[in-house]
């Protein structure tokens, strides 16, 4: 290449970086950027106005960038309640198998399957769902109590939980 700029050299070598043509520093000397800083040389743009300070969602006045423990505690017992149900299924068609192994593939058996799918799945579902409640309650009444959102209110509710879970007789 004759003339003018940079002649590094072709070929594929300028695709991964080795050469090929290119502007260094020395060739854009010449380029005003008055008020600028050199972001780059082919954006026409004041840098300052690429700068995001403010906050990315709006907010009602008063309200905390965080969601608190009430909000929480929503997902929380859904999420619990959906993990349940999805290991007690996973538990009910084991166990159903384990049970039915001697009978042949038929009706009776897939019936016999299904329903222990369907027990074991709303089994785990209702105690993981009733021990977040317990878990979202007792943090949330610990939270309001105090005044403050720290790790202190998480043991405390979990403790609380575990005792009352275990208060009832169950192993």
């Keep these: 290449m004759e003339g003018g700029g940079n002649s590094k050299g072709t070929g594929l070598g300028g695709l991964f970086g080795h050469g090929g043509l290119g502007y260094s520093h020395a060739d854009l000397a010449g380029v005003p950027l008055t008020g600028m800083s050199p972001l780059s040389p082919y954006l ?3 840098p ?3 700068v995001q300070d403010t906050d990315e969602f709006i907010l009602p ?3 905390n960038k965080t969601r608190g423990r009430f909000e929480l505690a929503f997902f929380t017992i859904g999420g619990c309640c959906m993990t349940g149900a999805a290991f007690g299924a996973l538990n009910g068609l084991r166990l159903g198998l384990k049970e039915t192994q001697n009978m042949a ?3 009776p058996r897939n019936v016999q399957i299904l329903n222990m799918v ?3 799945g709303a089994l785990w579902a209702n105690t993981l769902g009733s021990l977040a409640l ?3 309650a007792f943090g949330v009444i610990i939270e309001k109590t105090r005044g403050a959102e720290d790790d202190l209110n ?3 509710a979990g403790t609380l939980t575990g005792m009352l879970y275990k208060s009832t007789g169950r192993v």
Excluded: E, P, V
């Design 44 to 46: 026409n743009l004041d």
């Design 48 to 50: 300052k106005y690429l």
């Design 61 to 63: 006045t008063g309200a």
């Design 105 to 107: 593939w038929s009706k």
């Design 118 to 120: 369907t027990r074991q």
């Design 134 to 136: 317990l878990y979202s």
């Design 154 to 156: 998480t043991i405390a």
